[in-house]
């Protein structure tokens, strides 16, 4: 509980220092044939320098410090869902300048608009829970493994 | 490149690492935040403590941060509709493709998952098409 709360604290932080709070600064980013800002590119250096050693270093434990066990994503193959999921999500980044972490962590000093977007996308997000997978077309259900 | 921070970004990226780990290593959790938050409703009862915790530090913290060093710039210049559209792809499409800039683009490279770099390399690829468009096309 309490490593959740600080690890919470820590990413939004991070996004608030390195200014990725900032929708214009992440479109900055995005705009590779404008004025670009590389700032984006060293946040995500900046943390992979700080977790792929500390993922690393877990493969040693057999356990959390914290918790039973680890929960360790179902290394699936790249299936229609992954490709056309990150698709959709990457147009909607671009169209607003904001992904989940940012739009959350600015929630309490940003404007309504930053609370429309975040309501939007709960909206998003419970749009896709009610959706049953077996309603998803057969492109997003069958694997591209034949 | 006039608007480039290395030094802020390097140092906010290394504190979402340290959160990344912090999760990993205690919780044994990944600290994607589309998942933490889309999986809040389906959750089982012992598995909702932990996710609460960590938006309430993830909305917390920064609330604090900037009433000592005060509000940094946002600038949200999308239109009403986009916004709405904008956020609406991002929360379906974060949850059909398993993760968003946190979970992939962060705890997923880290960790070397092939669906991960792959969701990375396709949501900027996506990121830097729709800007192109909207940007350099639509407006010429």
């Known amino acids: ?146 | 490149m006039h608007n480039f921070t290395p030094v802020s970004a390097i140092l906010g990226g290394g504190l979402i690492g340290l959160a990344a780990s912090l999760l990993w290593l205690a919780n044994g959790r990944i600290a994607g935040v589309s998942g933490i938050v889309g999986n809040l409703g389906s959750a089982r009862a012992g598995d909702i403590a932990w996710r609460v915790a960590f938006i309430a530090g993830l909305v917390a913290a920064p609330l604090g941060y900037v009433s000592l060093a005060g509000v940094p710039p946002i600038q949200l210049d999308a239109s009403t509709p986009a916004i709405i559209v904008g956020g609406l792809l991002v929360g379906f499409g974060t949850r059909l493709g398993s993760g968003c800039t946190s979970g992939h683009g962060v705890c997923g490279l880290a960790r070397l998952s092939p669906r991960s770099i792959v969701a990375t390399c396709l949501f900027m690829a996506a990121g830097f098409v729709t800007v192109f468009l909207l940007r350099h096309l639509m407006e010429g």
């Open chain 1, 1 to 146: 509980m309490m490593a959740a709360l600080a690890s919470g604290a820590l990413f939004g932080l991070g996004l608030t220092v390195s200014q990725m709070t900032n929708p214009a600064k992440v479109l900055g980013f995005l705009d590779i044939a404008g004025d670009w800002d590389p700032s984006l590119a060293l946040v995500m250096l900046g943390a992979l320098a700080v977790a792929a050693p500390a993922y690393w270093l877990a493969r040693h434990l057999n356990q959390p410090l914290c918790a039973d066990s680890f929960a360790r994503p179902v290394e699936a193959e790249v299936d229609n869902r992954l490709i056309i999921g990150a698709l959709l999500f990457g147009v909607g980044w671009g169209l607003v300048g904001y992904c989940p972490g940012p739009a959350l962590a600015s929630l309490g000093f940003a404007s309504g608009r930053t609370l429309l977007f975040v309501a939007s996308m709960l909206i998003g997000m419970a749009a896709f829970a009610a959706v049953s997978p077996d309603s998803f077309p057969s492109v997003l259900r069958h694997n591209t493994r034949h």
